[in-house]
């Protein structure tokens, strides 16, 4: 009994690779007769009412009115923001002049004995 278990077993591995094969040849086959039709990227949509009457002006949403503390808060923040990407641009600029390369060796640190308890 055990030597049919085994023999079962032998076959199992390359009857899966087998059929692993041709799933494969048979996808690949299909694929090669029946290519994907292309799609057509440059094709845009009909203008309707709204987008064709609406321009992309800047329209202020609060005219005439005071601004609220949440949106004070957004305008420092983008402010301070800009401030940043001011500085930032001459910083890495500033970076790049710091000195020649280092050209000799660089000494690296010692290996010492693992303590023992």
Same mark, same amino acid.
């Given at each position: 009994?055990?030597?049919?278990?085994?023999?079962?077993?032998?076959?199992?591995?390359?009857?899966?690779?087998?059929?692993?094969?041709?799933?494969?040849?048979?996808?690949?086959?299909?694929?090669?007769?029946?290519?994907?039709?292309?799609?057509? +990227? $440059?094709?845009? =949509?009909?203008?309707? !009412? /709204?987008?064709?009457?609406?321009?992309? @002006?800047?329209? %202020?949403?609060?005219? #005439?009115?005071?601004?609220?503390?949440?949106?004070?808060?957004?305008?420092?923040?983008?402010?301070? +923001? $800009?401030?940043? =990407?001011?500085?930032? !641009? /001459?910083?890495?600029?500033?970076?790049? @002049?710091?000195? %020649?390369?280092?050209? #000799?060796?660089?000494?690296?640190?010692?290996?010492?004995?693992?303590?023992?308890?």
């Amino acid at each position: 009994m055990g030597q049919t278990k085994m023999v079962s077993l032998r076959l199992a591995i390359p009857v899966m690779l087998v059929a692993a094969v041709v799933a494969a040849g048979f996808t690949y086959l299909v694929a090669l007769i029946a290519p994907p039709s292309p799609v057509d +990227a $440059d094709h845009r =949509l009909p203008p309707t !009412a /709204s987008s064709s009457s609406v321009h992309n @002006t800047a329209v %202020p949403m609060r005219i #005439g009115r005071p601004t609220n503390d949440e949106e004070k808060a957004v305008a420092a923040f983008q402010r301070a +923001a $800009d401030e940043i =990407l001011k500085r930032a !641009a /001459s910083l890495q600029a500033s970076v790049a @002049t710091g000195g %020649p390369p280092i050209s #000799g060796k660089v000494p690296l640190p010692k290996r010492r004995p693992l303590p023992r308890p």
